[in-house]
């Protein structure tokens, strides 16, 4: 605001750049309300128990700033935290205590007032609700304790159910597949189940539909993880999850644990400057060296990511994430597959699956959702025009993936130079001979 003292003004530009910066947040406040603005102060001490909803200091700023009487009034609750019926007593002025002091009348007085932090933040007891104890593992009091991790079932798809991709199949079934269904081989061979199988290739390319197929052919559980599910305000909360994560695939053995995306989840960790994502790294190689031996027999760890390039080192090392797989564009087999799934409810006359499947070349099994999408809604305009239904033909689907560009063009101009200057150990071997065979060198 113009009205604004270069002092106030330094302070919010402070404040834009550290959000969660509270002692700052309430340094503000206090100018704001010193100013005669004491809307603005409330506002920002609002903002501050967001990031603290525990903090002292701003319950007793929103105090002041709503001009409330300091003594035998509640504090001013935390957004979306219920209100108290009964009035807490106030925090007690700054300053040293008079003589003879008892603290431990205070103590008992303003417990449970102000909430310790990091120690053990104020949602502990939620937190201990939304991961209930019951009869699949053991709590330190000789309960059980169980996670709320969701797990799905054994599913019905296989790789039949795959259209095409017929050596993504057998790589699949020559490093992950064959090993496991045929125990007495593997150990005649000393084969060990060690490790886990990293999917990537472009965005869109079924990795997770070909995740959940293994789990398929396996009979096992599935479990799907992204960043989202793990990461945690808490110091030390993420690390938990992750564990958690892998003590639930162990009792829901056999189960698949299928890391989604796991360049945000396993990312550099010399690239990464929040310790806390460092954090969560070191505890995901922990977990994945005890996968396949003693208490993790019967887990099996799949991840997918669009940029292998940008997972760390030790996670791809041997016994973890050491066998890798391209998963690509669709082949014409494929293609015929998904658009025949996609427009198997719609009205069609006269598609030519085969000529459709040669027009859509490169496209991933996304583009080519859009493209029955984009026939569908062009048949429907045009009978909302004329008034009378049309069903959609070759000309609405052909058109349509003339306008849509594939979406895997870009992965591959940034895969190449990958592929041809930091392909050490020979991991982009197959993305070469891709390039290679479709003239993209």
């Excluded at 997770?208 to 960043?227: D, K, N, Q, W």
């Excluded at 895969?415 to 050490?424: I, K, L, P, S």
């Amino acid at each position: 605001m113009s009205d604004e003292s270069p002092l106030i003004r330094s302070l919010r530009t402070a404040v834009a750049a550290a959000p969660d910066d509270v002692p700052l947040r309430l340094h503000l406040a206090e100018m704001l309300l010193a100013a005669g603005r004491a809307d603005d102060a409330v506002a920002e001490a609002a903002v501050a128990l967001q990031y603290a909803p525990a903090d002292a200091d701003a319950r007793a700023l929103m105090v002041r700033a709503m001009g409330l009487p300091p003594a035998g009034s509640a504090p001013a609750p935390a957004p979306d935290a219920p209100a108290s019926d009964a009035p807490a007593p106030a925090a007690p002025a700054a300053g040293p205590p008079a003589p003879g002091f008892d603290w431990a009348a205070a103590e008992q007085e303003l417990g449970g007032v102000v909430g310790p932090r990091f120690v053990a933040d104020p949602d502990a007891a939620e937190y201990a609700r939304e991961r209930p104890l019951t009869s699949e593992g053991t709590g330190a009091d000789g309960d059980a304790a169980d996670s709320s991790w969701e797990v799905d079932a054994p599913g019905t798809v296989r790789l039949a159910d795959v259209g095409g991709m017929q050596e993504v199949k057998d790589r699949l079934e020559a490093a992950f597949l064959a090993p496991m269904r045929n125990p007495e081989l593997r150990k005649l061979y000393g084969k060990s189940l060690r490790g886990g199988l990293l999917l990537y290739g472009p965005p869109g390319c079924g990795k997770t539909f070909i995740a959940r197929a293994v789990a398929g052919e396996l009979g096992a559980s599935f479990m799907s993880i992204s960043l989202s599910d793990i990461l945690d305000m808490w110091i030390g909360r993420s690390e938990k999850n992750v564990h958690d994560i892998f003590e639930t695939a162990r009792r829901q053995a056999p189960c698949v644990v299928f890391l989604d995306e796991l360049d945000a989840l396993g990312a550099k960790r010399s690239r990464t400057a929040h310790s806390g994502l460092r954090n969560v790294v070191n505890q995901l190689l922990t977990e994945l060296d005890g996968v396949g031996s003693g208490a993790h027999e019967g887990v099996f760890v799949l991840a997918a990511t669009n940029v292998p390039w940008d997972v760390d080192i030790a996670l791809r090392r041997p016994g973890r994430l050491d066998r890798t797989l391209l998963v690509l564009p669709p082949d014409a087999a494929a293609r015929e597959t998904i658009l025949r799934y996609h427009l198997r409810e719609r009205p069609i006359e006269a598609v030519d699956l085969g000529k459709l499947a040669k027009a859509t070349e490169d496209f991933s099994g996304a583009d080519l959702a859009h493209v029955c999408e984009s026939a569908a809604e062009t048949a429907l305009l045009d009978s909302a025009r004329t008034g009378t239904v049309r069903m959609i033909g070759m000309k609405d689907l052909l058109s349509a993936a003339k306008q849509i560009r594939p979406s895997s063009e870009p992965w591959f101009a940034s895969a190449r130079n990958v592929a041809m200057f930091a392909n050490d150990g020979g991991m982009y071997d197959d993305l070469l001979a891709y390039l290679k065979k479709k003239r993209k060198l």
